[in-house]
């Protein structure tokens, strides 16, 4: 659930430093802590909500309970995890997993089978207890006047500490990281092995229909001419002049196959030339920028390639877009290449089998790719694949 309270209150008042990256003050730290005695309030109405909800979600009067107070509970974590990440300087990302379209009781099972969300459970009843006590230890501290030297040495680890007990349970541990690592490599492997299947046959049916059809047509039409060399000369050198356009035809057709297994583009003048080669074929003007030091390696190349080629021709057929451009950029070992263009916008990745196409391509190789299109545009597709580039070759 998405809230338009997803920071804390006015920096200023907390007493927050003007840099974002600065360590938090002792006064900021202690605006912290009030802000977390303060939303002790709510914590207690989600988790009774989400309690009586849970009791009676099997006389589904519950049900609407539960629709209320598990978002509202994500919410609440996630400022949690917000002042968390700021005190301890590490950013603490939600780590939900995106609810499936579909009615309250689709999104209601989602949120059960998230194990997330009985990790906010937990974390409700932890900062009910343990993290009040040293939220208010700090807020008492600060307030009574004896207890000065005592506040400023101890609100930096004490809110420490309560931040580390935050982190523990609203982000998962390395044990279900691993987890969930190995059931991503186990499903993107599975979807790998489906699209290359899908591939050979796709090459094989090319060939089939294709260089193979025309080469038997180029057999038989050889067998004729040598019939009738002595008999029918002139027919013979007509045969021969068909025979000879089939096999321009078969080249054609074994040129497509190769073309869509690595072009020879791509192999000759490197990614960035072959994405250039591709803006030339647009009928809208395309600009490239490349900001790469080096090549990828050949398969994730290949990859990169056919999703952009992919993101291009959507723009081409359904955009209605003026301009387009690609931008391609290695950084902190990551391959990022982004394809815009200015249409109508509204796109999604979802709705026809190609962009499906380059999620599976680009997840054998841990990557990703985000979409952007709001309505009017402009939309922005990026792919992210994480590699190392091989020195550039000076000739």
Known sequence: MSSPMTGLPA?????????????????????YAAAQLLLVIPAILFF?????????????????????????????????????????GTPIPPQYRPSPPGGPLVKLRSWA?????????????????????????????????????????????????????????????????????????????????D????????????????????LVALGMNLGMVQEMLEKDPKKANQILSEARSTTGAALGDLRSVVRGIHPPVLADRGLLGAVQALALDMAIPVHVTAKLDGRPPAPVESAVYFAVAECLANTGKHAAAEHAWVELEHSNGVLTTVVGDDGRGGADPGAGTGMRGVMRRL?????????????????????????????????
């Not at 699209?195 to 025309?214: F, K, P, T």
């Not at 709001?374 to 590699?387: I, Q, S």
């Open 48 to 88: 009774v909500l989400t309690t009586v909800g849970g009791t009676l979600a099997l006389f589904v009067i519950g049900i609407p309970f539960l629709l209320v107070s598990l978002p509202a509970t994500r919410w609440l974590a996630n400022l949690h995890r917000k002042m968390a990440g700021r005190i301890l």
């Open 195 to 214: 699209h290359s299947a899908a591939e050979l046959r796709r090459i094989e049916r090319d060939l089939h229909d294709g260089a193979q059809a025309r």
């Open 113 to 193: 089978t998230d194990p997330m969300t009985w990790r906010d459970q937990a974390w409700i009843l932890l900062t009910l207890t343990i993290g009040f006590t040293l939220s208010f230890l700090v807020v008492i501290l600060f307030l009574a006047i004896v207890t000065g030297m005592f506040w400023w040495y101890g609100a930096e680890p004490i809110m420490k500490a309560r931040s580390m007990l935050d982190r523990s349970l609203l982000s998962y541990g390395t044990t279900e990281k691993l987890e969930q690592r190995v059931q991503v490599l186990t499903e993107t492997r599975t979807e790998t092995i």
């Open 11 to 31: 920096s200023a008042t907390l007493g927050a430093p003007a840099s974002p990256d600065a360590p938090p003050s002792r006064l900021a730290l202690t605006g």
């Open 363 to 395: 997840s054998a190789f841990d990557g990703t790719m985000s979409v952007s299109s709001p309505l009017r545009g402009p939309t922005l597709v990026t792919l992210e694949v994480p590699c190392v580039l091989a020195p550039a070759v000076k000739s």
